[in-house]
């Protein structure tokens, strides 16, 4: 409940006990914060959420790649570029200059590119994945474990985790590229895969998402809450984001794979997905970005149509990237504040 600190609506509340309140919390606030509500709040208590909004376009540059960027990540302030035309690009997306560059993908398109722990691994048309230092480009493994394109990537500090057209997911060990486990539980190609808290999901042209055990690659739930091919997944926080070619944007307990919220503000192909700060960044062949809430998928901004597709996106907390069909990187600013509230009189409200 918002609060004006000049006045209140609830009798039992005067003006000088609210203000005297704000400033005591406030001064208190560094101190306290949570980012989780707490369950049995106590009187005093501070609850925080991260708050971000969209600032401003910074760049945009079509001249990196010769043709549609299909992969991209960040990692602080190092952007990481996958192409159609077969290359890797790493830039600094604060001055735009290129660190590294490399063409390990040279005979078939890149598909996608993920960052951990110093280690940026690249998959693509030619059925590889390719491993690199992150500082430097160079190649550090390669596997050929896929006998199909492989369409996404997901790095960890210990595993690349890998989706393909063969219907299989692959978990490599992140060092050597020795495979750790592989499945097959989807029935058609494999178009993307991620892993958070010990949960790998993976989605496909079967038009399901399975979430498995990162430690073995054992099922853990399904489902089936899209009727087209699911191009994106992400998991975070125990929810599993899918997007799909009908324009659907779902979050699923990975539990059990039961819904909790769809969406359907985008008109065409998702193409993209991202979450970030509590976050659900979607990209589509409708040419728009648009940012909703984790929890229930309230609208917190939409990004105007851009001139062609939107083939990949990847947030931060302090970006939102878009790579679209016509080569072009687009990079824009994000502002994330803090949403301070405070358990007084039985009661959340807000302190700001």
């Given at each position: ?65 010769s043709d549609g960027i299909k992969g991209l990540d960040i990692s602080g302030a190092t952007l990481y570029i996958g192409s159609q035309d ?267």
């Amino acid at each position: 409940m918002p609060w004006d600190s000049e006045k209140t609506t609830d009798s039992d509340l005067t003006a000088p006990e609210w203000n005297s309140h704000v400033a005591d919390q406030k001064s208190r606030a560094k101190h306290y914060i949570q980012n989780t509500e707490p369950s049995s709040p106590s009187e005093g208590d501070l609850w925080s959420t991260p708050v971000t909004t969209y600032d401003a376009e910074k760049w945009t540059d079509s001249g990196i790649h010769s043709d549609g960027i299909k992969g991209l990540d960040i990692s602080g302030a190092t952007l990481y570029i996958g192409s159609q035309d077969g290359t890797v690009v790493a830039i600094d997306i604060e001055t735009q200059n290129q660190l590294w560059n490399h063409n390990l993908h040279s005979s078939g398109d890149v598909l996608g590119v993920s960052e951990s722990g110093g280690v940026v691994s690249s998959v693509g048309s030619d059925n590889s994945v390719f491993a690199v230092d992150a500082s430097d480009g160079s190649k550090i493994w390669e596997h050929t474990l896929h006998s199909a394109t492989v369409n996404g990537v997901h790095t960890t500090s210990e595993s690349v985790y890998t989706a393909s057209d063969d219907n299989s997911v692959i978990a490599a060990d992140v060092s050597d590229g020795t495979q750790k486990w592989s499945h097959t539980l989807h029935t058609d190609s494999v178009e993307d895969v991620h892993e958070a808290d010990g949960t790998v999901v993976s989605c496909s042209g079967d038009k399901t998402v399975i979430a498995v055990d990162a430690t073995d690659g054992s099922q853990i739930s399904s489902h089936s809450l899209h009727s087209t091919t699911v191009y994106d997944v992400r998991i975070a926080n125990g929810v599993i984001f899918s997007g799909s070619a009908g324009g659907e944007v779902t979050a699923a307990d990975a539990s059990d794979g039961s819904e909790i919220w769809t969406h359907l503000i985008h008109g065409d192909k998702i193409q993209g997905l991202s979450v970030s700060n509590g976050v659900v960044y979607s990209g589509s062949f409708d040419n728009t970005i648009v940012a909703v809430n984790t929890d229930d998928a309230s609208l917190i901004w939409q990004k105007e149509p851009y001139t062609d597709f939107i083939y990949h996106i990847v947030a931060s907390p302090e970006y939102v990237v878009g790579g679209y069909s016509d080569n072009t990187v687009s990079v824009s600013t994000l502002t994330t504040s803090l949403s301070l509230q405070s358990y007084y009189n039985g009661m959340w409200i807000s302190v700001e």
